[in-house]
């Protein structure tokens, strides 16, 4: 299920303020910050906005 669109509008990276993406796969869903080369993850259709919940973004991507 996608996250809500006015939701996505106002959700900000937790560490930079910074724009986010939203992804969607058949597995999961995350949110990723370009900048901090962050990915928060989605569960149960509620952002993880912890840092230390984040996961480090692949090199090349």
Same mark, same amino acid.
């Given at each position: 299920?996608?996250?809500?669109?006015?939701?996505?509008?106002?959700?900000?990276?937790? #560490?930079?303020?910074?724009?986010?993406?939203?992804?969607?796969g058949?597995?999961?869903?995350?949110?990723?910050?370009?900048?901090?080369?962050?990915?928060?993850?989605? #569960? *149960? *259709?509620?952002?993880?906005?912890?840092?230390?919940?984040?996961?480090?973004?692949p090199?090349?991507?």
């Amino acid at each position: 299920m996608a996250l809500n669109e006015k939701l996505l509008e106002i959700l900000v990276c937790p #560490k930079c303020k910074g724009e986010l993406e939203y992804k969607c796969g058949q597995k999961e869903e995350s949110l990723i910050c370009h900048r901090c080369r962050l990915i928060y993850p989605v #569960k *149960d *259709d509620i952002p993880v906005m912890l840092i230390e919940e984040a996961k480090r973004l692949p090199e090349g991507k």
